[in-house]
């Protein structure tokens, strides 16, 4: 496969790593002050793509004009989950994927009978505006490398999911007569649980200041060696950041400092609510709210499509009679349970991508024209979670987290009954080096310091123990790779970036792009490392024979 050399100015790279968490933060805070803006959708992009409205349905995909206000939700349209058009688009979506012949002439295993699919799941912080500008820049250079890519774009800007928060929901309901009444409360909440938030938030920036820069064991961070554990771990030791990089980063901590007394702790309440509306989101994605009203089932359309599962000892009706496990969404479309607009889509590419359908059990018995692999980027690894869980038949060759968000236990509760279920299954889980994750720079020095993954388990996720906190960081996850089984541990590989200006340094990184130039071609196979000896995730010249 051919390897695109990326020539992207050093400005224009550290744009595009401030990115992320700048928006997040400002977004929460200013959430009044964000106006709205236009863009298009054009051509064939439109068949690569399912976008998720905040309750589980789905944002038509149309040519020409839309809007994606940030803080007017309802001014989007919105397709019914179960609704014809929705499963329309998504049936010219899995023609799209049947019909694929790859124009790539000088590919690695272009002569494969398989077609490759690639499903990949952005994160927290993406503007609609943003998600739908990554399909149009990289669509077409993915199928250039003979992969045909299907993007999830679902709503996770923090100026809407913080307006849900304000004026929406409620204890995971939405009440939105009463709650915007009730919003001048909880902003004043916020602003109280900032202050509040005041010494926690000053002692964890402190201590991670004067942590990194004179208390860390650097030997001790590069070790990334976890004995007798049988995944592959891979890493340059040679690639040490500059004592200068440090002292850098020390100064302008310590410059910026007073503006971080305030800036912290108001990131600490307002992120917080955002966040939690995000996982909502996520989980939405599959279960949509309107399954849940009063206990009964009242999402328009489907009750009234209630139909036989090919089963015909299942039905499903309205009285809940027949409802399947959590863990395993049935595969009819038409189905009012598991009906959020993800769910739909993973059905219908079952019904109509798998060898056959075991009619007792509604499971895939295989997928033999097919190699999909499922990449997601930091809470995109939470949807990827769920993805495992609810849909365990269906056979990804290859699952790859980049700066995964979700918690190392999420992880090996999904990860291992699908791995010990496929045995073909390959996973990596792709990290920043430990030192660029916790001084990763935000808001030129004025926010908080540390990636989205140090700002979820110091702030956001407030974790329980340590297999609660995020799998991403190389850190953690080597603290729970006892959690994995010899049998899946041993297709697990875990790739850590190191300095240099080709790779990853920030969270943003893995998937962002600038005028149609990516910082990092995720979907390349040659980026994730694998075999010993051809680790091409770093600098394929300078890696050593030897795994770590």
Not at 182 to 199: K, N, R, W
Not at 462 to 485: C, I, K, M, Q, S
Request: one cysteine or more; a negative charge.
């Amino acid at each position: 496969m051919i390897i695109r050399k990326l020539n992207i100015k050093k400005d224009k790279k550290k744009f595009i790593r401030k990115q992320s968490m700048f928006k997040f933060s400002i977004a929460s805070i200013l959430v009044f002050l964000l106006a709205g803006c236009a863009g298009t959708i054009t051509g064939p992009n439109k068949f690569h793509m399912i976008n998720i409205s905040p309750d589980g349905d789905a944002h038509p995909v149309k040519e020409g004009t839309y809007r994606y206000l940030t803080n007017e939700i309802d001014d989007l349209p919105v397709w019914n989950s179960t609704s014809a058009e929705y499963n329309n688009h998504i049936s010219k979506v899995i023609a799209g994927i049947d019909a694929f012949q790859s124009t790539c002439t000088d590919c690695e295993n272009s002569s494969e009978d398989k077609k490759k699919v690639l499903i990949f799941i952005h994160g927290g912080l993406n503007t609609f505006e943003y998600s739908i500008d990554r399909v149009d820049n990289q669509y077409d250079s993915i199928k250039q490398d003979n992969i045909y890519p299907v993007f999830i774009n679902w709503r996770s800007g923090g100026a809407t999911t913080y307006s849900d928060h304000l004026f929406r929901i409620r204890d995971g309901e939405d009440r939105s007569t009463f709650s915007k009444f009730t919003s001048p409360f909880y902003f004043g909440a916020d602003v109280l649980g900032a202050i509040a938030a005041i010494p926690e938030a000053w002692v964890e920036q402190g201590a991670l200041a004067i942590e990194d820069t004179f208390l860390r064991n650097y030997s001790e961070l590069v070790n990334f060696t976890v004995p007798d554990f049988p995944a592959k771990q891979h890493y340059r030791p040679d690639d040490d950041e500059p004592t200068l990089d440090a002292v850098g980063s020390s100064v302008l901590w310590l410059v910026s400092s007073p503006i971080k007394l305030f800036t912290t702790p108001l990131a600490y309440s307002f992120g917080k609510s955002s966040w939690d509306i995000m996982n909502r989101r996520v989980k939405s994605m599959f279960y949509r709210p309107c399954e849940f009203y009063n206990g009964e089932i009242e999402c328009e359309e489907t009750v009234e499509s209630t139909r036989l599962f090919s089963n015909d000892t299942t039905t499903f009706k309205s009285d809940n009679s027949g409802i399947p496990a959590p863990e395993q969404c049935v595969s009819h479309p038409y189905s009012p349970f598991c009906s959020g607009a993800l769910s739909v889509f993973l059905k219908n590419m079952r019904t109509q991508l798998c060898d056959a359908i075991d009619v007792k059990e509604g499971q895939c018995t295989g997928m033999s024209k097919y190699e999909i692999t499922l990449i997601g980027h930091s809470m995109g690894a939470i949807v990827a979670n769920q993805i495992l869980t609810n849909f365990s038949d269906l056979p990804f060759k290859n699952i790859v987290f980049m700066g995964a968000a979700a918690t190392s236990r999420e992880t090996a509760n999904s990860l291992v009954p699908y791995m010990q279920k496929h045995d073909s299954t390959d996973f990596y889980n792709l990290s920043l080096h430990p030192l660029n994750e916790e001084r990763e720079i935000s808001g030129y020095g004025l926010l908080p310091s540390g990636s989205l993954l140090v700002w979820i388990d110091s702030m956001y996720g407030l974790p329980e123990t340590e297999v609660d906190r995020t799998f991403g960081r190389w850190t953690n996850a080597r603290n729970a790779a006892h959690l994995f089984p010899p049998e899946v541990a041993n297709r697990m590989y875990f790739g850590v970036f190191g300095f240099k200006e080709n790779q990853p340094q920030e969270h943003g990184d893995f998937s962002s792009m600038y005028n149609g130039e990516n910082s990092f071609e995720y979907w390349d196979t040659n980026r994730w490392g694998k075999d010993t000896g051809k680790y091409s995730l770093i600098d394929e010249a300078s890696i050593s024979d030897e795994p770590l």
